[in-house]
């Protein structure tokens, strides 16, 4: 609890999946969140399962003058940031037509790479005073390390902030704000599910054979819970992770090895 206690910390893309799983361990550790993402009755639901006094503040990451405003009315009410959580993201295929119509390159990109860029320079703007490190943590994936056919838009805005990370840790290093990224394989959200039965319908398959399918090619067999990444944020905003800046951890079973 002391280490984060009274310590502001945002999280986008918090009303699901890694990003409640971040804030509800977060707030666990005694940070003080603010809540970001599109859908405000799920940031609210999940502000009333921290309590207390989280800030609930709707935008679209793809939109960089509501991410600013929505940081700056977190800013007012929780005062300044000491740490961000990029997680705010889409995933799934491209989905071209034949002639390339329908492609969601676009939609894929600017919500995962631009809006984790707008989401830094917005908490860069409100940045807590030193002394001791601040932090930005952003949710990639191992899709960043390897590629999937059809899914060029999604593999592509996940390596982008691989390298985005890197530059964003030199850039801040004098300022003591350590930057990393976290890669996670299969992690058990209602993404990954969708993910699941977009292959299974593609492919003509049930469901439950490309779950199955997924944990035969995973090494350790096994699906991780959102907790688990939320454990693995945890690390890289305590004094553990002292040490850590532009680097990218791969919690992923197994899946790729580096």
């Not at 600017?110 to 830094?120: E, M, P």
Request: glycine content about 12%.
């Amino acid at each position: 609890m002391s280490e984060r206690a009274g310590r502001v910390a945002v999280v986008t893309g918090a009303g699901t999946g890694i990003g409640r799983a971040v804030a509800l361990r977060l707030a666990a550790d005694g940070a003080r969140l603010g809540l970001v993402g599109r859908d405000r009755e799920r940031l609210e639901e999940v502000a009333a399962e921290l309590g207390g006094d989280a800030v609930v503040a709707a935008a679209d990451v793809r939109d960089a003058a509501a991410v600013d405003a929505a940081f700056a009315a977190i800013a007012e009410r929780l005062g300044p940031l000491h740490a961000l959580v990029a997680n705010a993201g889409v995933g799934g295929p491209n989905r071209p037509g034949p002639g390339g119509e329908g492609d969601r390159w676009d939609e894929i990109v600017r919500t995962n790479l631009d809006g984790s860029y707008a989401s830094a320079r917005a908490f860069e703007r409100r940045l807590a005073p030193g002394p001791g490190a601040r932090h930005m943590v952003v949710i990639a994936s191992c899709l960043a390390r390897f590629g999937v056919p059809g899914y060029t838009a999604y593999c592509a805005s996940k390596a982008g902030l691989l390298g985005m990370v890197r530059a964003f840790a030199l850039e801040w290093a004098e300022h003591d704000v350590l930057v990393n990224a976290i890669c996670p394989g299969w992690v058990d959200t209602e993404m990954a599910q969708r993910g699941m039965q977009d292959i299974a319908e593609r492919e003509q398959e049930a469901y439950e054979a490309v779950r199955a399918r997924v944990l035969a090619e995973t090494p350790l067999d096994r699906i991780s819970p959102p907790e688990e990444i939320a454990g693995v944020v945890a690390f890289l905003l305590s004094p553990d992770a002292r040490a850590f800046t532009g680097q990218a951890i791969d919690p992923n079973n197994g899946s790729w090895m580096g």
